[in-house]
């Protein structure tokens, strides 16, 4: 009888170990009280409780002293930091390893964590659902400004996709305006997500008048001339980092799950109509 009881209490002990050892890491979002006014930091934030329902926040300031007796406070084990300035300071720190960036643009050589930039080849999966007679897709991007993360892909024949990109700001423009004078209506053009507002202008105007699809990673495009905007969904980002947090080691992801806007007027200018199914899958639609 003394034998078995010291079985059971062999096994009672070894499991509490297990379950001790298997516990949730202590998980720690830190923003900046300014990045609050951004709504996409809300809804990111929802997105990683859902999954980590035990995560605790902490707003603060780029205050390097200060946020680091707030993590040794709150025993982190893992940190989900949003926006640069944040990541920046923590990765300064020893919690480094420990963190994982969201809500900026940043690729796989400088953190870790799921970086803004869409993935092409999700990106023109849907869109040749949305736009099935568009024969080729293009690219125009600033180097060091990738809104797009291009990787070569093994598309149906009957669909292309090419990056065109300047070395900065001026070059990217000349870039784009020799497209312009190339493509045809059956192809599309992701214009630069940081293309001046003058410049935007007579882009949108060209493309109007040589009925030309442009489309854009900014969603304020869509006001001026862009048929299609595309953009993370933000909460569905808040649950990817989310996840990443039980990955051991460095990890680098784009954002899984994208989000469709339309210009109603420029579809209707273009002469595109979209079945009743397709239109509802645009999270938004104006005019």
């Not at 964590?113 to 999966?125: K, P, Q, S, T, Y």
């Not at 990787?151 to 300047?166: A, D, H, M, W, Y």
Request: hydrophobic share 45%.
């Amino acid at each position: 009888m003394r034998k078995e009881i010291c079985k059971i209490l062999k096994a009672s002990i070894f499991f509490i170990s297990c379950s001790t050892f298997a516990k949730d890491p202590q998980v720690v979002i830190v923003y900046s009280a300014d990045g609050l006014a951004n709504p996409a930091y809300a809804q990111v934030i929802a997105g990683i409780e859902k999954i980590n329902s035990n995560a605790q926040r902490i707003e603060t300031t780029t205050d390097n002293n200060n946020l680091l007796s707030l993590l040794d406070a709150a025993h982190a084990d893992r940190i989900i930091a949003l926006g640069k300035g944040i990541v920046d300071t923590i990765y300064k720190t020893e919690y480094r390893e420990r963190t994982l960036a969201g809500l900026m643009y940043f690729n796989q050589s400088e953190y870790s964590g799921v970086g803004l930039a869409l993935d092409n080849r999700i990106l023109v999966e849907h869109l040749s659902r949305l736009l099935p007679t568009v024969k080729r897709f293009f690219i125009v991007q600033q180097a060091h400004f990738q809104t797009i993360d291009y990787v070569p892909s093994n598309l149906k024949s009957s669909t292309t996709i090419e990056l065109r990109e300047g070395v900065d700001s001026l070059d990217t423009i000349r870039v784009l305006g020799r497209l312009l004078d190339e493509v045809s209506a059956s192809d599309a053009v992701f214009i630069p997500a940081n293309l001046p507002k003058n410049i935007l202008y007579e882009v949108s105007k060209v493309a109007w008048d040589k009925r030309l699809i442009l489309l854009s990673t900014n969603l304020s495009h869509l006001e001026n001339g862009a048929l299609i905007a595309a953009y993370p969904d933000d909460f569905a980002l808040g649950e990817q980092l989310g996840r990443l947090v039980g990955h051991p080691g460095p990890v680098y992801e784009n954002i899984r799950v994208i989000k469709f806007a339309l210009n109603r007027r420029v579809a209707q200018h273009l002469s595109l109509e979209f079945s009743p199914v397709v239109l509802e899958s645009f999270a938004l639609k104006i005019k």
